[in-house]
């Protein structure tokens, strides 16, 4: 375990420094724009598309961070998946609003049918007909959110992937939240303070009429530190972290390993979290 | 030219001072959204539009439609439309003065506004949709103003302003056509993901934009000392019927494609707009009263229509009539239905319905009387106008 952290910081490292200079591979925003790149069509690499992969295979190149949710691990150990959900709200100074018109959520429980509404059946097992699956920012490789942003204040982050967001540049005009296939976006219908309870200064307050969503971290990657739900389940392996193009990392073996979902993959958006279900 | 607003019967000022009213409640509605935030409307995380976009998206096509006057008159030169092009054109000012200040109204955070100014953003259709919306509403003053001005002086309108009424008609289109892009290019949402969605947007402009001007002309007939004219009439109401007839093709071709593939994405919405959804036992139809009716205005007005064409009859309350139904038909199609069902179901499958609040129907009134505030001074300026040549 020790030494799997280690390893993980030493990736997180290298998201930092490699921001710094990192080769511009990276497209900012997918298939619309992939034909205005001078590029002449490198995402067609014929043979990935012979061996009957379907769509999803093309990725953009660089550092691109991703996540497996291991749901065996959760199945049984709800308790697990509520404290990650705690710890990221905590970090992030998500407001607490009951009421469901107005409330906020980077990260939320919901049912397999709601999650993964392709994918679904109505003759599933046990366990994933009654557990709780944590759904979140997807930090799509073609985010279609930041296709859909006027203001460019969700862009993705060159450096590793992660779809991000200016909450200042922000006019709150809710496009993106109707671009986004997976309901991974709140909106702050009101002033979000009084609903935070305790408040973290390492993170900025948002104000209201903006929208927010998970972000990856990335303020704790910058530290070095795991995200927040992924060090809430440390030791667990319930949630797997990392670079997706680094053929060395944890996650990409993870991914060799077993088999797993995305959620909504015929949206085109090539998420970047895993299920194993 | 502005001095013509300022005279008038009382009728006038009795129909400005309501307006102004609904419009100074409107105003004191939007403060306290203001003060509050978007949460005193009845938008949520699920439905995340409301009211705001979907009387934008309507009143985009009010302004297109006035397009089915301008081709005629200019590009096919039937001069019977000499007395009303003018009013097409101040029909598409107003309305899209009300889009903006729609687009203004849901706005998050209204000051930063500008920020998409300050950072285009090319691969964004509201990037597209604010130039053209624009475009579209400076060459309408520019032509309107020069065109009237010239009536006024009784002399030709300079040869240069052709050119600008000229690309106005592609600017017309392009209004709608990417009005509808802003929702038929998002992955995940079925009713929206459609390619027949600009097409039906078109046909439902020109039908909307013609029959909001024939229920002004009849108003003016009455009040105003104004006469269309009974054939540049009958021709409206010819292109209202076949833009309704066109829509309504277009809008059963997506019944056809929902129920008969049924591929459940795309039945849900439709389910929801005219039978109610169920859902967890649950059936969800509040929409479903405003769409039958909207439906049988739709066949009532086409009936209407229909009707004075095969009997060759020709009667102003008819054509009242019928230009009523068709626009409030056309409205609850564009104006209600098509934006709130979008959202339901939501991306995780769950149904949250739309109400609207007391708070921002009255925003949403208020910026409906500013439009149709400025709809009638610009009609009293181009009514002042024909009658000061007339003498
Ligand atoms: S999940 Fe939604 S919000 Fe997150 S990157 Fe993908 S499209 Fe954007
Ligand atoms: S709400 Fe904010 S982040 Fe979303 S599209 Fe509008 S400006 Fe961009
Ligand atoms: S990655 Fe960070 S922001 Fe995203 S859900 Fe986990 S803790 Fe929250």
Redesign the pocket.
């Known amino acids: 375990m020790n030494n799997k952290r280690r390893k993980f910081l030493k990736m997180a490292g290298a998201t930092v420094l490699a921001g710094m200079g990192a080769p511009v591979l990276v497209k900012l925003h997918g298939t619309a724009q992939a034909s205005a790149d001078s590029e002449p069509a490198p995402a067609h690499a014929a043979d990935s598309h012979g061996g009957g992969h379907g769509h999803g295979e093309e990725q953009n190149a660089g550092i691109r961070l991703g996540m497996v949710i291991d749901m065996r691990k959760f199945y049984d150990d709800e308790a697990l998946l509520d404290e990650a959900i705690a710890a990221c709200h905590l970090a992030h100074n998500v407001p607490d609003i009951d009421e469901r018109k107005s409330e906020i959520k980077w990260i939320w429980k919901t049912g397999y049918g709601n999650a993964f509404p392709d994918h679904s059946h109505n003759r599933r097992s046990g366990s994933v007909e009654n557990s709780a699956f944590p759904v979140l920012c997807n930090h799509c490789d073609n985010p279609s959110c930041v296709k859909?942003?006027?203001?460019k204040?969700?862009f993705v982050m060159e450096k590793n992937g992660i779809v991000s967001?200016d909450y200042h540049r922000?006019?709150?005009?809710?496009?993106?939240m109707a671009a986004c296939p997976y309901g991974a976006r709140s909106f702050n219908w009101q002033d979000p303070r009084p609903f935070i309870t305790v408040y973290n200064p390492e993170f900025p307050g948002r104000n209201r009429g903006?929208?927010e969503k998970c972000n990856f971290c990335s303020e704790r990657l910058g530290k070095g530190l795991e995200p927040a739900c992924v060090e809430a389940c440390a030791g667990t392996g319930a949630i797997v972290f990392g670079d997706l193009n680094d053929p060395e990392s944890e996650i990409s073996k993870v991914l060799h390993e077993e088999f797993t979902i995305q959620r909504r993959p015929a949206a085109g958006t090539r998420p970047s979290v895993f299920y194993i279900v | 030219m502005i001095e013509k607003t300022l005279k008038g019967k009382p009728a006038y000022w009795i129909w400005l001072a309501i307006l102004a009213s609904v419009i100074a409640v409107g105003w004191a509605c939007y403060f306290r959204q203001y003060v509050f935030g978007l949460g005193l409307t009845g938008m949520s995380r699920d439905v995340s539009w409301g009211l705001y976009i979907s009387q934008f998206t309507f009143l985009v096509g009010v302004a297109a439609g006035g397009l089915m006057l301008v081709l005629p008159y200019y590009i096919h030169n039937y001069k019977e439309f000499g007395r009303i092009t003018i009013l097409g054109e101040f029909l598409a000012i107003s309305a899209l003065v009300m889009c903006l200040m729609f687009i203004m109204a849901d706005l998050g955070q209204p000051l930063r506004g500008l920020n998409v100014i300050f950072y285009p953003t090319p691969y964004s259709m509201l990037f597209w949709d604010m130039c053209v919306l624009w475009g579209y509403l400076l060459l309408n003053l520019l032509c309107g103003w020069v065109i009237l001005t010239s009536e006024r002086k009784q002399v030709p309108p300079p040869k240069w302003i052709y050119f600008f009424v000229a690309i106005s008609i592609p600017f017309a289109v392009s209004i709608h056509t990417v009005t509808a892009m802003l929702y038929c290019g998002l992955p995940g949402r079925h009713f929206w993901l459609s390619a027949i969605i600009a097409p039906r947007f078109l046909a439902s402009a020109f039908a909307a934009g013609p029959s909001l001007i024939l229920i002004a002309c009849l108003i003016m007939r009455k009040y105003a000392n104004f006469d269309a004219g009974e054939t540049a009439m009958r021709k409206l109401t010819t292109i209202i019927m076949y833009a309704v007839i066109i829509n309504t093709f277009f809008f059963l071709l997506e019944f056809f494609v929902g129920f008969y593939s049924e591929v459940p994405g795309h039945m849900h919405s439709l389910q929801y707009l005219f039978f109610g959804l169920e859902h967890h036992g649950e059936v969800y139809n509040n929409l479903v009263p405003f769409m039958w009716i909207a439906t049988i205005f739709n066949f009532v007005g086409l009936g209407v229509f229909a009707y004075m064409k095969i009997a060759k009859v020709f009667d102003y309350r008819l054509v009242g009539f019928g230009s009523v139904l068709v626009f409030l038909a056309l409205w609850a199609d564009k104006g209600l239905g098509f934006v709130f069902a979008g959202f339901v179901p939501n991306p995780l499958e769950e149904v949250t319905e739309y109400y609207p609040t007391l708070n921002e129907i009255g925003i949403t009134l208020g910026i409906w009387a500013t439009g149709i505030l400025l709809l009638t001074l610009l009609y009293k300026i181009a009514i002042g106008v024909e009658h000061e040549v007339e003498q």
Do not use: Q
Request: a positive charge; hydrophobic letters at 45%.
């Open positions: 859909a942003c006027p203001t204040a969700t967001m922000c006019i709150g005009c809710r496009f993106c903006v929208v």
